[in-house]
């Protein structure tokens, strides 16, 4: 059946460390996939997107990296701070269409 | 301008009642999606409107639940005799066109609970 897993546990680390958060994907070949930001309360908000020729794409403290083989994506936030505290979601496009299916989402807490 | 916006923000309901759940898109943005958001759970996708083609409906979840767009503007989501399983966060989006590639621009959410 085809899955969509990111790490349910939350990720806990320190200020100023990077956090890295897993996607791992199985019986899909997504043509791209992106990465979401949820705050409690509030709906996604989109940060990157990667295709699948690209190894790795970059947006200031980010970085996303797409592994078509090992069918997995992590998403790195360097110089984490609180304010990046907040459940980080990815995304496939899958089906035909436009339809995103959606990991359940890591939640991470940066702390002091 | 403004970004999506749902209405209500909260909807509590009796089992058995109809609720109508609404979706103001971004405007100019001709793709409008409907996801439902169980708690501790990802996003499923419902529904997407894409200018005037016929809907995908293929994620509606039973025959209870229905959404009908107004050319390029609002969304309506209905579900018909509401039940306890209904409960959950439901979220509109919005994109320019209709890519693969085009960003999805997210609503606040209307969080329904069916007691």
């Known amino acids: 059946s085809q899955k969509i897993e990111q790490n349910s546990e939350a990720l806990n680390i320190q200020e100023g460390k990077t956090a890295t958060l897993t996607c791992n994907y199985t019986?899909?070949?997504?043509?791209?996939l992106q990465w979401y930001r949820q705050d409690p309360g509030r709906g996604p908000v989109f940060l990157l997107l990667?295709?699948?020729?690209?190894k790795e794409k970059r947006k200031e403290r980010l970085k996303v990296t797409f592994d078509t083989t090992l069918k997995q994506s992590l998403f790195h936030i360097t110089a984490s701070q609180p304010a990046d505290s907040a459940t980080y979601l990815c995304?496939?496009?899958?089906?035909?269409?436009?339809?995103?299916?959606f990991g359940t989402g890591t939640q991470l807490k940066v702390e002091l | 301008g403004a970004g999506v916006s749902q209405s209500p923000s909260n909807k509590v309901t009796e089992k058995g009642k109809d609720v109508e759940l609404r979706c103001d898109p971004i405007?100019?943005?001709?793709?409008l999606y409907w996801y439902r958001q169980r708690l501790g759970q990802g996003l499923e996708f419902l529904i997407y409107?894409?200018?005037?083609?016929?809907?995908?409906k293929s994620g509606l979840p039973s025959d209870r639940f229905s959404a009908e767009r107004t050319g390029e503007s609002v969304s309506t989501l209905t579900i018909q005799r509401t039940q306890q399983e209904d409960s959950a966060v439901y979220l509109c989006?919005?994109?320019?066109?209709?890519?693969?590639?085009?960003?999805?621009?997210f609503g606040p959410g209307t969080r329904l609970l069916v007691l």
């Open positions: 989006a919005s994109s320019l066109v209709f890519a693969e590639q085009e960003t999805q621009y």
């Open positions: 019986n899909y070949s997504p043509a791209y």
């Open positions: 990667i295709r699948e020729n690209e």
């Open positions: 995304a496939l496009l899958t089906g035909g269409g436009n339809k995103l299916t």
């Open positions: 405007s100019g943005h001709t793709a």
């Open positions: 409107f894409q200018g005037n083609s016929a809907p995908d």
